[in-house]
């Protein structure tokens, strides 16, 4: 006897990608393999789980990530504060010092995958999403920060996206932040009145980020905040020209947006995001920049590094808007058969045909039989292109019939082929449709 089980839903926030979707993201993430590559980018796994304090470290105390988004939680059995991860750099960072990734040369690489933010769930924002993250660890110059962002650009022209801007920053280092920042809080004291929460709270330890909100009361006053681009020294200001003029060759389009400070705290010089009005609410798909004092921050020898991370998610939804939706197919071949001996038949020769590389499914169902009719449904909800039929006359004769379920390539004449010649006569078909040369 069972006893009765209330249904588990998923929980709210993270979401489930059913097969018709995740079509889509394959695609995509085949696509994003082949542009890495073109790029030089190699890939590196991370766990999900670390130690909290590396994001706390690595992100900042005072950040909304840190002090409201992390899953955290300890660990029952050592007592260990443990959190998901909520992006990618600090584990690949901590990684890249624990394994002296850098030390004979400098490295690109791209990582993959699910992070967790405690967040209000809408569209373009939840509690499960995925980034793609890429990083250029030990490289100083402007010529990288440019790449990056000239690479950006190749993508969204890949995937025929439009209607993306590039919003450009630079934060400039660390005296210049701090005497910016002295400015700011005297900014911040006089507009007291219109400070939220989160603004009265950060005023003395984060007052950067009190520019960076969303609130709409707060807007006037964060507009005409002294503005620390106008704090950076002829340094910066050259590494920031140095981006800039790449950016001008490549012939990128890009605007001065002085308030943009990114979510995360570890940012320095150039910072830019990719913004569209396309996806509602939520505008930035990508977002990187410069950050060269968190390695050293994380216990490594100090070495300078850029990256960037898109979102997976807000990236499809836009990639869906930019192109005729994909219908998948489960197989291009779809066997259909009558009788026990016809079954067997057909599941010996879909073996053959997937030696030969071929997709194909041999029809089964809950009841084990079905006439044609049911059969030939399936083979056309599957989005084979070819039904092959298997019934008393094909085996008695060994020769199969074949079905075109969608177009037909032009000398297709042929309904009987010989088992032994099937799969080579399938492949040559298959490849006519499908446009290779054979
Ligand atoms: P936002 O301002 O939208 O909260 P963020 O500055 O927190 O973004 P990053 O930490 O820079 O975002 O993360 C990189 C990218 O990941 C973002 O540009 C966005 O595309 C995506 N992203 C961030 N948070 C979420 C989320 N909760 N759900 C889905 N995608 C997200
Ligand atoms: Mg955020």
């Known amino acids: 006897m069972t006893t009765e089980f209330k249904k588990v839903a998923a929980i709210r926030g993270m979401n489930d990608v059913l097969p018709d979707a995740s079509h889509a993201w394959e695609a995509i993430e085949e696509i994003l393999r082949q542009w890495l590559k073109q790029y030089g980018y190699l890939n590196m796994r991370s766990p999900v789980l670390e130690h909290t304090r590396l994001f706390t470290r690595g992100i900042g105390e005072v950040t909304d990530i840190v002090e409201k988004e992390m899953y955290t939680f300890v660990d029952s059995l050592n007592g260990e504060s443990l959190t998901l991860r909520p992006e990618f750099t600090a584990g690949l960072v901590r990684a890249t010092i624990e394994h002296n990734l850098l030390y ?3 490295r690109r690489i791209y990582s993959m995958g699910p992070v967790f933010r405690h967040e209000r769930p809408q569209r373009g924002r939840y509690r499960q999403f995925h980034q793609l993250d890429v990083e250029a660890l030990g490289f100083a110059g402007p010529d990288v920060d440019a790449e990056l962002i000239l690479m950006t650009a190749r993508l969204w022209a890949l995937l025929g996206i439009d209607g993306i801007e590039l919003e450009l920053n630079s934060l400039g280092q660390l005296a210049e ?6 400015a700011l809080i005297k900014h911040l004291e006089a507009h007291r009145d219109v ?12 007052p950067l980020r009190v520019l960076d ?9 964060a507009n005409s905040a002294p503005k620390l681009f106008d704090f950076l020294g002829d340094e910066s200001r050259a590494h920031f020209d140095g981006v800039c003029q790449r950016l001008d060759d490549a012939g990128i389009r890009y605007r001065l947006n002085p308030r943009m400070v990114r979510g995360l705290d570890y940012y320095n010089l150039t910072v830019f995001e990719w913004v569209t009005d396309k996806l509602g609410a939520q505008a930035t798909v990508c977002g990187g920049g410069r950050y060269d004092d968190l390695i050293a921050l994380l216990g490594g020898k100090p070495a300078p590094a850029v990256g960037f991370a898109i979102g997976m998610e807000r990236l499809l939804d836009l990639w869906n808007q930019c192109q005729p939706a994909q219908a998948p197919s489960e197989c291009e071949v779809y066997l259909i058969h009558q009788g026990e001996a016809a079954q067997r038949q057909a599941a010996r020769l879909a073996e053959k045909l997937r ?11 809950v009841t084990g039989s079905a006439n044609f009719k049911a059969q030939f449904k399936r083979a056309d ?4 292109q070819i039904a092959v039929i298997l019934g008393e006359d094909e085996l008695a004769s060994e020769q199969a019939s074949i079905k075109w379920l969608r177009a037909e390539p032009s000398q297709a004449q042929q309904q009987r082929v010989a088992f032994a010649e099937l ?16």
Request: aromatic share 4%; no cysteine.
């Open 104 to 106: 004979d040369r400098p």
């Open 177 to 182: 932040r701090q005497a910016h920042r002295e």
């Open 195 to 206: 400070l939220d929460e989160d603004g009265q709270r950060r005023l003395y330890t984060n």
């Open 213 to 221: 909100t969303k609130n709409p009361a707060m807007q006037e006053m």
């Open 355 to 365: 030696d030969a590389g071929l997709s194909v499914i041999v029809h089964a169902s």
């Open 381 to 384: 909800a599957s989005g084979a």
């Open 423 to 438: 799969a080579q006569y399938l492949q040559g078909q298959l490849d006519k449709v499908s446009g290779k040369k054979v």
